[in-house]
């Protein structure tokens, strides 16, 4: 037998080995705090070093980010902001930014009328009403141009070490597939998790949350089989539950200490 066919034997073995997917539908409040418990302390095995992926050092180059990321990748977005800070440091400068200038520069984000509308929006009233930097608070930064709720945690969680629960559409839909919630509302969601989780814990799970719907529970073909929270997850089997096939749909730098956890190696890039 090779070593790969031992591996996928072993994760094989394994699995049969743990229990039946929880039933949510007869969960008490209790069995479901405790489930709760057990997934978060798997994903921070998981994925210790979670972290918001848009590239920032201030506040304010968080939540200009942030506005640019609506329907663009993270990636690209990456690749645009650096001549973009660069060329403007501060609320002032977006305020009063050239606006041909700036639609080049972020161009590559797409919608970029609409976003330089918004960092210049956001940038006059940052120097208006807050004296040039970015507040601190939900209900004061919900007021600028371009930031909602969501964006509001971002930056508060992020930026400023303010817990909050970032609800955007990985989150939602992988604690709906947890069974962690069946609201659809992103409000109702962030109330209905914060119930659920210490406070303090908001914003790296929010981080962690995302990141594994982005790298393992993909919307339509999860990684069941090698997913670290597969024994509490209720929802096993939406996707492969083949470790060989369920490692193959993995994806981002945390792949290989995602499969070593289910004894799997990943020697190659198609492992």
Not at 15 to 33: I, Y
Not at 223 to 252: I, K, N, Y
Request: proline share 6%.
């Amino acid at each position: 037998m090779t070593k790969r066919e031992k591996q996928s034997a072993n994760a094989r073995s394994s699995r049969t080995k743990r229990q039946q997917p929880v039933a949510a539908t007869s969960e008490g409040d209790t069995d479901l705090s405790q489930r709760v418990r057990r997934m978060i302390d798997v994903l921070a095995q998981a994925y210790p070093d979670a972290r918001w992926e848009l590239d920032f050092t201030t506040p304010l180059e968080l939540a200009v980010a942030t506005v640019l990321s609506a329907r663009a990748t993270d990636s690209r977005v990456n690749e645009v902001t650096p001549a973009l800070f660069s060329r403007y440091r501060t609320a002032a400068d977006y305020a009063h930014a050239d606006r041909t200038e700036l639609e080049d520069l972020i161009h590559p984000t797409g919608f970029f009328h609409n976003k330089a509308s918004s960092l210049m929006g956001l940038g006059a009233v940052i120097e208006e009403k807050f004296g040039g930097e970015v507040p601190n608070t939900l209900d004061a930064l919900v007021t600028l141009p371009g930031i909602g709720r969501k964006t509001a945690n971002v930056i508060l969680g992020n930026a400023f070490g303010v817990p909050g629960i970032v609800v955007d559409t990985h989150f939602g839909r992988v604690v709906r597939r947890w069974r962690w919630t069946a609201e659809e509302d992103p409000a109702k969601v962030e109330q209905a998790i914060g119930h659920l989780v210490p406070r303090e814990e908001w914003t790296t799970l929010s981080n962690r949350v995302i990141v594994h719907g982005r790298r393992v529970c993909h919307s339509r073909n999860p990684a069941c089989g090698v997913c670290p929270v597969r024994d509490a997850c209720p929802s096993f089997g939406a996707g492969p539950t083949d470790p060989d096939r369920a490692a193959m749909l993995v994806t981002g730098s945390e792949k290989a200490h995602i499969l070593a956890l289910s004894g799997i190696v990943a020697d190659s890039p198609d492992n």
